[in-house]
């Protein structure tokens, strides 16, 4: 089961947040077939998502990230709740990339791009921002959205382990975010620390959860948990969603889709799930609505 953590650091002037999200990022990379450099950039989006859906409070309040890329995978889109749960896909899954220093290429296949975040917390107008990509390598993009949009200053490290055999043996991350009025003597301590922390994927490897995560991560200070939580994927599709939608084309064009095809097949881009209405059950759901 994957696992989440959140703790306040010196008085709430730190706030870090660690995940271990190896089942879901293998769940999504089974459900969309991806290739292990495809796997690796949308585990590491993934994870991103169920950190900062952890700063929301509850399953109402959403966070979409959205990668718009020049590099091969083209696209990255990932949504997460204040309750841990998380859903996305990519552009272009199937894509192989040649690894660099023995290491997957993710920057390789997002390459230069944008970062579109919305966080939906229950406003009349969501909130959003966009920057461009600082690396292409994920955990920097959102460090650097943190600070350009945000004006947090903030550390993020995501990792995802693929196997020789393509499957996800590892994955996770953290934040750390630095809040105002905070002493020099303990961002230097935390500095340093941060620059000494392995890599998420050996911590996880190595069987450290997320509190241990976290520990490292501020070199040791005091950590006082503010939340647990089991992040998990899940997409909320159903059929009455997709029939919401097919009626929000309006008449013409479901008259139209009628006419042209014995069936209408609907996919859900999140979980690869297939809704099929045939003619008969398209024009009955037309017949509903207008009554
Ligand atoms: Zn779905």
Redesign the pocket.
């Known amino acids: 089961m994957d696992t989440l953590t959140s703790v306040i650091v010196a008085n709430e002037h730190i706030y870090g947040v660690a995940a271990v999200t190896t089942a879901l990022v293998e769940k999504a990379r089974g459900i969309h077939g991806a290739s292990p450099t495809a796997a690796a950039a949308l585990g590491r989006l993934l994870t991103g998502g169920v950190l900062m859906g952890s700063l929301l409070k509850d399953a109402a309040h959403r966070v979409t990230l959205q990668v718009s890329s020049k590099g091969p995978v083209r696209s990255i889109l990932v949504e997460a709740n204040g309750v841990g749960q998380v859903?996305g896909y990519l552009g272009q899954p199937a894509i192989n990339v040649p690894s660099r220093n023995g290491k997957l290429d993710v920057r390789g296949a997002v390459g230069k791009g944008i970062l579109h975040v919305i966080r939906e917390t229950g406003a009349a107008e969501p909130y959003s921002g966009t920057v461009p990509l600082a690396s292409g390598e994920i955990a920097e993009d959102l460090a650097s959205y943190f600070v350009q949009s945000e004006q947090i200053p903030s550390a993020v490290s995501l990792g995802v382990f693929v196997t020789p055999e393509h499957t996800v043996a590892a994955a996770g991350g953290f934040l750390v975010q630095f809040h105002a009025s905070i002493d020099d003597d303990l961002v230097v301590h935390v500095e340093q620390a941060l620059g000494a922390v392995p890599t998420v994927t050996t911590l996880v490897r190595e069987g450290y959860g997320p509190q241990d995560i976290l520990h490292r991560a501020v070199g040791g200070l005091d950590l006082e948990v503010v939340k647990q939580a089991a992040p998990a994927w899940h997409?909320?599709?159903s059929q009455d969603r997709v029939v919401r939608a097919l009626l929000a084309l309006g008449p013409q064009q479901l008259s139209q889709l009628i006419s042209e095809q014995p069936e209408t097949q609907v996919r859900?881009?999140?979980?690869?799930?297939e809704y099929t209405f045939s003619q008969q059950e398209l024009s009955q759901m037309m017949a509903d609505a207008m009554a």
């Open positions: 859903r997409c909320g599709c859900c881009e999140f979980c690869a799930t």
